[in-house]
């Protein structure tokens, strides 16, 4: 984990091998990305946590949504792709050559693909950046106010995650 601008946590993943930036979310359940129209008309904030390009990532078949981080409600995308967390580090090696490793990586334990969703920039906007949601269990009808329909896998259960520890700098 590392402190972000603002004094937020976040952390190094990748979907499908591409490296994204996630802010570590204790008040929403999902993994949310940018989808790349946030990111074209919000640079360079958005774009630092990486974008999900169209046709980049697999459909679900799920239905979009109408999510809202903040004061504007927005579209959610729902795709799926193989996660795995970790960190990369760029340098060079003594003859000047350019090198990326991966320092550090621990594959999801769900065990195949994970839901994630790709927002717009109404809801981009607002929370600031991609988000890691660690709310594992989401209220269902008719306590929630969510209707059944709409709601998503949360990142915590795919991961197959029952309780965490946060060792934050």
């Known amino acids: 984990l590392e402190h972000a601008a603002g004094g937020v946590l976040t952390t190094g993943l990748f979907i499908d091998g591409e490296r994204f930036r996630v802010i570590i979310d204790s008040g929403s359940p999902y993994l949310v990305l940018p989808a790349e129209e946030a990111c074209e008309r919000q640079p360079p904030r958005l774009s630092a946590f990486g974008c999900a390009a169209p046709g980049q990532f697999r459909p679900t078949g799920l239905a979009s949504t ?21 960190e990369t580090e760029l340098g060079m090696e003594a003859d000047g050559r350019l090198f990326l ?32 949601g660690l709310i594992r269990d989401v209220n269902r009808e008719p306590i929630s106010t969510i209707p059944q329909a709409e709601l998503r896998p949360t990142a915590l259960t795919q991961l197959g995650l029952s309780a965490f520890c946060i060792d934050a700098p």
């Open 101 to 132: 490793r991966l320092i550090f990586e621990a594959r999801q334990q769900a065990g195949g693909p994970v839901v994630f969703g790709a927002a717009d920039r109404n809801v981009m906007g607002q929370s600031g950046g991609a988000l890691l």
């Open 66 to 86: 109408s999510e809202q981080y903040g004061v504007l409600r927005g579209r959610v995308d729902w795709l799926t792709g193989d996660l795995a967390f970790g």
